[in-house]
């Protein structure tokens, strides 16, 4: 098998406008395209083909076992990103912690899906190249 790198992300959540204003608004996020109707919307990350693919799921959000996801996306700057976050009223779960290549910090949309923000400062070797 050869894997050829990331296609999407598919994310369950419960409701596509709330979804919307979160992803698009709180976490600054390019709607690619929405399909209302299919109850699917794709969002760009950077400057890269795959994106964040949030669909409608009646499970999404309700205790038990049900669909839930982590995703982490690299970035410049954790730390900084957590406190744009801050300001545009999305709390992260903890403060941003150390992790091997740098500093990371997470955030649940109302789903209780994790977006996790990490960057490389530590191992700039390893990130990817910017233009």
Do not use: C, H
Not at 76 to 105: K, N, Q
């Amino acid at each position: 098998m050869d894997i050829l790198g990331v296609d999407n992300v598919l994310i369950p959540v419960g409701d596509l406008a709330a979804a919307r204003r979160y992803y698009a608004d709180g976490l600054g996020l390019k709607v690619k395209f929405e399909m209302e109707a299919q109850g699917v919307a794709l969002f760009s990350v950077g400057a890269e083909a795959p994106g964040i693919l949030v669909r409608v799921d009646a499970r999404a959000g309700r205790p038990g076992p049900g669909p839930a996801m982590r995703l982490w996306l690299e970035v410049p700057d954790a730390r900084a990103v957590s406190a744009e976050l801050g300001e545009r009223g999305i709390r992260p779960l903890a403060a941003p912690f150390e992790v091997g290549t740098g500093w990371a910090v997470e955030v649940a949309d109302p789903w209780g899906n994790v977006i996790g923000f990490t960057d490389y400062l530590k191992r700039p070797e390893l990130s990817r190249p910017r233009p």
